[in-house]
């Protein structure tokens, strides 16, 4: 019997594996796995939420006026360049049905975020995947891949799993030496974590070149990860077809309510920053003294390199502490820790320290 087909690229996806999934024979306890903010959201965020169930009836306002005003206050950026996602893969998959078709190239780069690869494919575009050297991206390697039919590139910044970012003055020579027809999107989903004085999330470059993007995320440092709520920054040209595709209510009124919230109080940002620096200082030597290599560019989560992930992976599942494998990602002998709280990962480094493989 014949049933409707979906185009080849879609039948080329590999579906995203998230966190979220509980291998048998794990308890799940200790969640290290998806670069969620342990400390969750805070106060304020909580307490808008309990309050918004007398609306709940009501169709959310679509443009999301009141977080764009509130984001543009925070950002000190003009509202009207501003467009919201259910999470910033939102923004990502828009990016791409708006930008590339069949017969385009999207570049991505090496062991790059997953979601890239599936909005490229979904919009029946070809992946180029730009290689790293050393875990590192060059403007060389990625300009080497540039061709006509270059449509975006996806730039992790900085990267998940590696969180590896281009500086500001490479990214300097980068956006010279790009064709402006191609679509640069910055993806800073981590920039709160970020305080690197050569670091830069995008916003200065959206304001100097037509043809760059920056796309953000509620669901790392403002622990909203369940409120599925992202934005992007661009000029009028490229938010105004965004604009036209976007499904009109693709933000909730409660995650646009909590995003104005969380806003509002930077003071638990830095503080959950503040602390997740200090815990993954402290977690690297730990490492360190348990020899087990580590890749650690910054952010909130490590790369640790085992002999063999696989058996660490579910031995620490089995104690009741889930970290993500990286197969998914070409990297099957690494696992992705995230910075948990101070209690979280002193039991992984002592269940760590009892594990007889590594
Ligand atoms: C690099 C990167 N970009 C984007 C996202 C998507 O975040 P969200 O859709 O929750 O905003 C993630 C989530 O893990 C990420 O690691």
Known sequence: MKSPKSTQSIYAISPYVGGDVTPTGFVRRVVLASNENPYGPSEAVKQVVRDYTNIIHCYPSGAANNLRQAIAKSHDIDSDWLVTGNGSEDILHMLARTFAGPGDEVLIPQHG???????TLAVGATPIIVPRVNFKLTVDAIMARVTERTKIFYLDHPGNPIAHYLTNSEIDELLERMPNNVLVVFDSAYAEYMENADYHPGTKWVQKYPNVVMARSFSKAYGMANLRLGWLYAQPAIVDPIQRIRPPFNTTGISQAAGIAALNDQSWIRQCVALNQEILVKFIVNMEELKIPILSFSS??????????????????EKGLVVRPMGAYDLPNYLRITIGKAEE??????VLKSCPIR
Do not use: H, S
């Open 113 to 119: 975020f997953g979601v890239y690869k599936i909005a």
């Open 345 to 350: 990962m002193n039991e992984l480094v002592n």
């Open 300 to 317: 909130n989560f490590v790369m640790a390199k085992f002999e063999d992930a696989t058996k660490v992976y579910r031995y620490l599942g």
